[in-house]
């Protein structure tokens, strides 16, 4: 999923940016209040890390602007005090979770990953379209009893696909979900790593559920209700 991390500590930021990479996320950095209202409000992110202390201004004033602004990404704070009043104050300002520093990479990405099915969607702990199921806790997939072996953005887009099955996704949309910020649209790499998604989801089973739409983008074929 895309992840915007709004923290204004340079090294904290990094440390973020990278260890959420490293679990198939496409990451976007923000520094300060205001360039973080800009990016949250021009761009779609599946949940949004936010630092209570920023410049410009503080974590809870852009908390409350970003849901008076109609965005209502979830979004987890992140406090440097264990107070029970700073708590309240995210949560009155929109907060849906709070981490206080130091904490364990571990349960940040386990958090985002329940952040992330608090929406108007469907979003079950293990994904699953036909004989083909996805856990995003345990970065694990398979086809039937196949467990299949997959790169990081791989699994991000099979993600994104079984989140998204019998829609037709345009080229756009996969490369907001899966990519960041700073990637250069041009390229043909959505193509690229479909292709490599249906050697290692198709090919090898005989199935050909990944598919192309001419001129719109690609869907992943939805096995008819029973």
């Given amino acids: 999923m895309r992840v915007l991390v709004i923290e204004d500590e340079v090294r904290m930021a990094r440390l973020l940016k990278r260890a959420l990479e490293e679990e198939g996320h496409a990451v976007d950095v923000a520094s300060d209040g205001p360039d973080g209202l800009w990016m949250a409000?021009?761009?779609?992110?599946?949940?949004?890390?936010?630092?209570?202390?920023?410049?410009?201004?503080?974590?809870?004033?852009?908390?409350?602007?970003?849901?008076?602004?109609?965005i209502w990404a979830p979004v987890l704070m992140l406090t440097a005090r264990d107070e029970v009043g700073d708590r309240v104050r995210g949560l009155d300002a929109g907060a849906?979770?709070?981490?206080?520093?130091?904490?364990?990479?571990?349960?940040?990405?386990?958090?985002?990953?329940?952040l992330a099915r608090r929406d108007d969607r469907r979003r079950p702990a293990v994904l699953s379209e036909g004989d083909l199921r996805l856990d995003p806790a345990s970065k694990r997939a398979w086809r039937a009893e196949t467990e299949l072996t997959l790169s990081p953005k791989e699994f991000s887009l099979l993600e994104f696909f079984l989140?998204?099955?019998?829609?037709?996704?345009?080229r756009s949309q996969l490369t907001e979900a899966v990519w960041d910020f700073a990637y250069d649209g041009g390229s043909n790499v959505v193509d690229q790593y479909v292709n490599y998604l249906r050697r290692k989801?198709?090919?090898?089973?005989?199935?050909?559920?990944?598919?192309?739409?001419?001129?719109?983008?690609?869907?992943?074929?939805?096995?008819?209700?029973?």
Avoid: W
Avoid at 52 to 70: I, K, S
Avoid at 215 to 222: C, E, I, S
């Fill in 163 to 170: 989140r998204h099955a019998g829609a037709v996704l345009t």
């Fill in 96 to 114: 849906d979770d709070y981490l206080v520093k130091p904490f364990s990479l571990l349960e940040l990405s386990a958090r985002l990953r329940a």
């Fill in 41 to 70: 409000t021009e761009n779609s992110y599946a949940a949004i890390v936010l630092d209570v202390m920023l410049p410009g201004f503080d974590g809870f004033e852009l908390c409350r602007r970003l849901r008076a602004a109609g």
């Fill in 201 to 226: 989801v198709d090919a090898p089973f005989g199935r050909h559920d990944l598919e192309t739409v001419r001129g719109m983008g690609y869907r992943l074929r939805q096995e008819p209700a029973e």
